[in-house]
């Protein structure tokens, strides 16, 4: 079977969950190889990436591939997709990825799907479009087909793969290294998993009330080990950090569990969260338009409920 070219996401050596998603579904479509961009492989990450099934590792090693902005690793991936006749490329829908995917389509001549929340034989993703009210299943039809594939689309089952390790070199040409990298700064992280990784969000919205009240929501948030989220009305009101706002103007977050609290379910909002595995909504008014989408429904005062649901998990413990 021809190879299914994966660009791991990897931070610090260590290999990101997305990536062991995209093996576990380039696993069911060919020959999963795993695409190590930039210096730091460690001994870890390359046994991970066999653990969930990565039959090669091509690891282009070169830092001039990491300090160039995103440019120089569509190139590598052009290259790999000439010289081994990929059948497909994997990447993560992260904004780094989707850039990858755009710059590797033009490349190669090929068609690019993002968004992809679901991919079967053939190369068919579901995607989920016009603000999350129609699904799609889409196909390249031209070239080498590269999808960008959410986080959180599948869960990740280990299957040992061969693991077989490859240098590889690549010339980067000068319009990729046309911007450099200057300086780096660490993002201050916080014990909470990254929003759009987290494999279960609570979000609160104008029903939270405040700033302060958004405690309430943090409390859930850390009984479940989630992320927290916020609607457009708590960022914009100051009460959540817009980093963390989801939706169409903000992150896309598609976790196998998403609790809404105190957020009425406008289509904007929706567009960034549909897509999860298991919505539950907690809202007072029963006609909230949330309770549509949602698979489990608590109609109270989020204040009341949610402290006891943080109650009864903690006791679960
Ligand atoms: C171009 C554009 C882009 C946008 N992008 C986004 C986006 O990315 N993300 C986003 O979220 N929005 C976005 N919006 C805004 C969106 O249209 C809504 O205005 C917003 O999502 C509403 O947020 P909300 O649900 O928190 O507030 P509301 O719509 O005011 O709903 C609050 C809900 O809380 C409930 N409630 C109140 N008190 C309580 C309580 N004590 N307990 C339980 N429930 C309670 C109410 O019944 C109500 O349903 C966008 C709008 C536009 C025009």
Redesign the pocket.
Known sequence: MSDILVLVEHAEGEVKKVTLELLTLARSLGTPAAVWAGPGITAEAKARLAEYGAEKIYVAGSADIVDHVVAPKAELLAQLVAGKSAAAVLVAATAEGKEVAGRLAVKTDSGVITDAVGLSEGFVADQSIFGGGVNVHSRVRKGTPIIAVRPNSTAPVPAAGAGAEEEVAVELSDVAKAARVVERVKQEKGARPELTEAAIVVSG???V?SAENFSVIEGLADALGAAVGA????TDAGWYPHQF??????KTVSPQLYIA?????????R??MQTAKTIVA????PE?P?FELADYGVV????QVVPQLTEEIDKRK
């Open positions: 919205g104008r029903g009330g609607s457009r009305a708590a706002q989801v939706g169409q103007t903000g609290a105190g957020i009425s379910g406008a289509i904007q909002h567009a960034g907690i809202n007072k008014d909230a949330i109270g005062d989020l204040h």
